[in-house]
């Protein structure tokens, strides 16, 4: 695939030619998006033992269970998921820029990229507004608390250990080769208007959601705004979707059932205080 970086962009706006000269070496933005996620919860980390409460002020005024803290679930939940999900879009977005340029010096009709960007950004915009619901109706369950730490080991690791299976399910990599190699989908399903772009978007976000949906469940079994699980999952969703192939999604679901069946063996000895 031709980089993007050598190919003429000036049929697109300003704005969209820099998106596809950002997006020039998705591998290269990628890493360094785990990076920033890594340096960030291990920031975080240090604050934590520097013995800076800042998970206690981030978390306080989700305690009161008004409309208020509902938006302000919507919000954790938003940002962690695009934060965490956005820079895996990047091979599909310079996939779709390079078909684009290509139409563009046949004479054919092109819509920018932003479109389709934003048409996978609707998909998890819209996970993240269940995954809110969610995460209100299972602290009222008192399941899973509304800040940092999660309320039952038990629901932890039933979580976990479902995450973990569905990495060895012919869904999840069904799913992942869709979010790996985009070119042959979009080559098969190309559109030529906004509302078919975005509707191209749209579809590329199903694939992804359905690659990492019970991956980012695991926020509520560590708590959604635990920064460091959310480093360490946005690097292992990253590094699947650059091409690590089967084995690594395969040690990973191993990694997770067996946390998940560390999370039951603390509950099962705690029994039964700890499982509600």
Known sequence: MTEAANRDLSYLSPAAHGLGAVFARPKLIAFACIAAL??????????????????????RPLATGGAGDAF?????????????????????????????????????????????????????????GVAALAQ????????AGAGITPASALFSGAIFI???????????HACLTQCQQPFSF??????TTAR???????????????????????MFAIGVMNVIWMAALGMVMALEKIGTG????????????AFGAGFLISALGHWPGDLI
């Open 186 to 191: 979009f080559f098969t399903n190309w559109k």
């Open 136 to 143: 209100i109706m299972f602290a009222h369950a008192a399941l």
């Open 72 to 128: 302000l679930i919507a919000g954790m939940w938003s940002a962690m998921t695009l934060a965490m999900m956005l820079p895996s879009a990047a091979p599909m977005i310079l996939t779709y820029a390079e078909i684009a340029d290509n139409a563009a010096r046949k004479g054919e009709a092109i819509v920018s990229p932003f479109v389709i960007a934003a048409g996978y950004t609707a998909v998890w915009l819209g996970f993240a």
């Open 38 to 59: 890594a340096g960030l919860g291990w920031f975080v980390l240090g604050l934590q033992a520097a013995g800076v409460g800042l998970f206690e002020v981030l978390c």
């Open 196 to 218: 078919g772009v975005f509707g191209l978007g749209l579809r590329q976000g199903l694939f992804c959601l359905g690659c990492c949906w019970a991956m980012m469940l695991l």
């Open 162 to 172: 479902g995450a973990g299976l569905y990495q060895f399910s012919a869904l999840k």
């Open 246 to 257: 089967k084995r690594f999604s395969h040690i990973v679901g191993i990694v997770l059932i």
